[in-house]
């Protein structure tokens, strides 16, 4: 089954094309281009891109798997949208996955980490502050998501004996975590993203919401005061 997979939670653009099988999760074509202010512009097209280059066509996918965030509103957004607009129009399921999951689950493999030991994730949130979760030595997310500063962060990967670090926000604030931070996984990996999913994909599973982790409010509010006639 072919499953194409979206991630816009970070400044990187993600397009994948994967095929499940009964065991595996295979890569077929991917694309990446970081750039936090081209989101919209570059999704749409790294879609048809990837499926040229497989050879696949949009009626050919039997799911889509998308990241959820936690990540800044105006990126996320572009990425859900997407996939949802995608599975609307040709009748096949979505499914959601926490982006900081396809750091933390690859980096607990042993990427970054001493193997068995409590890694973080942890993405760039601006506003100097981190989105994160940490995930212990099989994998499982024991806390988070969550959104902080690096300093709080810090404490709290002391508290739960976090001995590694993997993803941009952790390479951007290193040093205040103080923890070792490999090169990769720096943004979510598509494969990660579709293999948390393969077992829903396999099953047909009903397709869900893609309901985005944002964790705050957007930066743009409507104003509290009252309405003003635009001829004034």
Partial sequence: MFVLVLDSSTPAVTTALVAVTADSVDPCAARRTVDA?????????????????AGVRAADLA???????????????VGLVTAASMGQALDIPTYGVCS???LGVPAADGVTAVR??????ATDARRREIYWAVYDGSGARIVGPGVDTPAVVAGRARELGVTAAAGDGALRYADQLGLPVGPEPRYPDPLALAALA????RA???GELLTPLYLRRPDAVAGAGARKSVLQ
């Fill in 37 to 53: 202010r081209a989101h919209g512009e570059l999704l749409a097209p790294q879609v048809a891109e990837v499926l040229a280059e």
């Fill in 198 to 201: 393969a077992d829903r994909v």
């Fill in 116 to 121: 068995g030991a409590p890694v973080l994730a």
């Fill in 63 to 77: 799911a889509i798997v998308a990241g959820l965030g936690p990540g800044p509103f105006t990126g996320l957004r």
């Fill in 100 to 102: 900081l999951d396809a």
């Fill in 204 to 206: 047909g599973a009903p």
